[in-house]
Each structure stands twice: as structure tokens, then as C-alpha cells.
Nanobody, 122 residues
Framework: QVQLMESGGGLVQAGGSLRLSCVVSERTFSAYVMGWFRQAPGKEREFLARITWNGENTVYADSVKGRFTVAKDTPINTWYLQMNNLNAEDTAVYYC???????????????WGQGTQVTVSE
């Protein structure tokens, strides 16, 4: 069973940066896209960004465009979410997720990481 393993969360002051990492356990595993999501307490899960499996194309939610960047380091099978200029509203549990299903133009994410907590203090 393919596993996604995140790391890099923590406590950061407002205006600071963090980089989250997501490693896929099976090097031969392939999907359409790797997505990044977050869920704050009492809120629904929010899509942040996605990157194609070959690392060439990206899409961002308006809420993070210009502050967050997704990337892939192919040789080490690791995906990154670089987060800059963080604020208190970015406090949430962050997840990476892989999609190898697409229906009616939407990606369906079947493989999820365990989540990593990001807390931004004022």
C-alpha cells in the first residue's frame, strides 16, 4: 500500500516561512497530480495547490497564490509546499494527497498523508 509521509510542520511567527515535505513510499508509484490541502479546526478541508506528477504544471487556490509554491524533487521522490508570509489564518493541519483518478474534470484523491500541524503565532 502506497504511503505518503509529510514533515516540516511546526510553530512559526506571523510573516515567517515553512517548507512542508511529502515523500511517497513507493518510487514506482505514479499518479496524475499531487495536491496540498489544509483543514483548520471547525472548518472544511481546503484545497491549496496541486502539481502534475512530472512537476511541470501547477495550480493554486486564490487564498495562497503568490505566497505558497509547490515543487517536486524527482530524484528523491519528494514534493514540497513552500509557504511564505504566513499569518494566523494559515494555522491548520496540512495534508498532501495523490490523485490517479479523474472524473468529469475533477481529480479524486485516494492517497493521503497523515497531516502535519502548522501553527502561526501573531
Amino acid at each position: 500500500q502506497v504511503q505518503l509521509m509529510e514533515s516540516g510542520g511546526g510553530l512559526v511567527q506571523a510573516g515567517g516561512s515553512l517548507r512542508l515535505s511529502c515523500v511517497v513510499s513507493e518510487r514506482t508509484f505514479s499518479a496524475y497530480v499531487m495536491g496540498w490541502f489544509r483543514q483548520a479546526p471547525g472548518k472544511e478541508r481546503e484545497f491549496l495547490a496541486r502539481i502534475t506528477w512530472n512537476g511541470e504544471n501547477t495550480v493554486y487556490a486564490d487564498s495562497v497564490k503568490g505566497r505558497f509554491t509547490v515543487a517536486k524533487d524527482t530524484p528523491i521522490n519528494t514534493w514540497y509546499l513552500q509557504m511564505n508570509n504566513l499569518n494566523a489564518e494559515d494555522t491548520a493541519v496540512y495534508y498532501c494527497a495523490a490523485s490517479n483518478r479523474r472524473r468529469l474534470g475533477k481529480f479524486h484523491y485516494d492517497y493521503w498523508g497523515q497531516g502535519t500541524q502548522v501553527t502561526v503565532s501573531e
